[in-house]
């Protein structure tokens, strides 16, 4: 079995879509035959578990398996829509104080040996919580909004990846990925957003895919179901082709246009319109 | 200017204070007229447009103008401190003024001589001037990084992010977007330049004098340019 693959989903920023974006992409990942764990690091404000519609099964958390208290196959929750995805949750009670580098290094070793893809959904910030989450991280999706603050954020955390994660410690690099969220083609002709050359040139990251602001995900995250196993719409579409990317595989065949979005396809995949 | 002096007190289990020398960038307030009233209202002024830069600010106090006039140190102290300024010491003071103002609690601070006055104050014809080592960065510069060249050039073949900070003794080159800040000359090297690709800085600074972005809008924005000391003032023009 291949090496399995530590991903971590970051930004800076909160409420950008890293969230989302963990379930759409864990979610994908899983669809696609790969055996895949998506982790909320997010200790104390947990919500990974409500977007993976998984929250009234959680009995033992991240925080239980770090102190013993758990094992692994007691925390991991199963996906009942996808064979090959389990939800390792974050604990609600207790704080990020409890995530020690020796006991989080523990876990994902142990999912290493049974996984082939490790997502760890990094809380907003750039303190112990989002630390930990990226520290272990071989790649990483920078989730960023087309507004300032949030590529301001964005271009910070880069930083922390470049100087505080492992492989950078070691002298290597985490492979960084920028997914650009919420974006809206028409607002960003218009100037009243960023748009996408203009990102991806403050960033200096490679694109890996544009996800349009859609009503389809407020409605996915309200019943629990990860975006790209919800019903058609235009950010499921743009997760699948972000995720054939992030594998390097072709793109799923479309079908149909019936929903006029693909009229977008450009955009997201990041290509120049 | 950056000893690194260690003096530990052994003689007791515990120890209680260790010396190291250090290395600070702090801002000259140059005098002009003993009137601590104009000098109050003007400063007030200001420190309106940048107060949080102000707030707090530890001040050396140049008197290389001022050098014929009396000056009433604990006023001008009282005054400084009122406005939450904090004088530190002077300098360029008169052998009276010096009495006068260590009286008052300041510093007697000295500016480190220039390479030129070095080379003359030199009686060893064996001494070898410091050599410029240039520090060269290939990657970006992102938002919360500081990078430090101490004793020469600051080389970054790439853009600088809109909250980074570039700090060097000599000058600082910058290949590409410059949006963050950059203060060259920060030992008080006159002769530093900035240049850049592009100017969209937040900060530029040379020798302690500097022009935020606002300033620096109106003059040249968004163009390759360089950034200098002439005359006694920041001035930037067109590459």
Redesign the interface.
Do not use: V
């Given at each position: 079995m291949t090496e399995a693959k530590v991903i971590v989903v970051t930004s800076g920023k909160g409420g950008v879509g890293k969230t989302t974006s963990t379930a759409a992409i864990g979610a994908e990942l899983a669809r696609r035959g790969n055996k895949t764990v998506v982790i909320d690091f997010d200790i104390g404000l947990r919500n990974l578990d409500l977007i993976m519609g998984c929250e009234r099964r959680v009995i033992y958390d991240f925080i239980n398996v770090i102190n013993n208290e758990a094992t692994l196959s007691q925390a991991l929750i199963k996906d009942k829509r996808e064979p090959n995805l389990y939800v390792l949750p974050a604990s609600q009670t207790r704080n990020k104080d409890a995530l020690q580098q020796e006991g989080v290094s523990k876990v994902i070793e142990q999912l290493k040996k049974e996984f082939k893809f490790i997502i760890c959904d990094s809380p907003a910030g750039i303190e112990r919580g989002a630390l930990m989450a990226l520290y272990f991280a071989e790649e990483a999706v920078i989730v960023t909004n087309p507004e300032v603050s949030s590529v301001r954020d964005s271009d910070r955390i880069i930083g922390v990846l470049n100087s505080d994660s492992k492989l950078a410690k070691e002298g290597s690099e985490v492979k960084k990925h920028l997914l650009i969220t919420r974006f809206s083609p028409s607002r960003a002709k218009r100037g009243e957003m960023l748009s996408v050359e203009d990102v991806r040139e403050i960033l200096a990251v490679d694109l890996l895919g544009v996800i349009p602001e859609s009503p389809a995900v407020l409605s996915a995250s309200n019943q629990g179901i990860p975006i790209t196993l919800d019903v058609d719409n235009d950010a499921k579409f743009a997760y699948r082709a972000a995720v054939s990317k992030l594998l390097g595989e072709p793109e799923p065949v479309q079908t149909s246009n019936k929903w006029g979005f693909l009229k977008n396809i450009r955009i997201f995949k990041g290509e120049p319109v | 200017m950056s000893t690194h002096l260690e003096q530990n007190n052994t003689t007791n289990a515990g120890i209680a204070f260790q010396l190291k020398g250090g290395l600070f960038t702090l801002t000259t307030l140059q005098i002009f007229s003993a009137d601590i009233n104009a000098l109050h209202t003007q400063l007030t002024a200001k420190i309106q447009q940048a107060p949080n830069f102000f707030h707090n600010a530890p001040l050396v106090l140049d008197l290389k103008i001022a050098v014929q006039t009396n000056i009433d140190f604990a006023a001008l102290s009282d005054m400084l401190k009122s406005l939450n300024l904090i004088p530190v010491g002077i300098k360029n003071a008169t052998p009276e003024q010096t009495q006068n103002a260590i009286k008052h609690g300041f510093a007697i601070l000295r500016d480190a001589p220039n390479p030129k006055e070095r080379e003359l104050l030199a009686t060893n014809p064996q001494v070898t001037p410091k050599s410029h080592v240039a520090k060269i960065i290939t990657?970006?510069v992102?938002?919360?990084?500081q990078i430090y060249a101490p004793d020469g050039d600051l080389i970054i073949i790439?853009?600088v992010?809109?909250?980074a900070e570039l700090i060097a003794d000599g000058s600082i080159h910058v290949y590409g977007s410059m949006r963050g800040r950059a203060l060259a000359g920060i030992n008080g090297n006159t002769n530093a330049r900035i240049f850049c690709n592009s100017l969209e800085a937040e900060l530029v600074s040379v020798a302690g004098n500097y022009k935020i972005s606002e300033d620096i809008e109106r003059q040249a924005w968004k163009i390759a340019a360089q950034i200098y000391i002439k005359d006694d003032r920041l001035q930037i023009s067109a590459l």
């Open positions: - | 990657d970006p992102r938002s919360g990084q790439n853009q992010s809109n909250g």
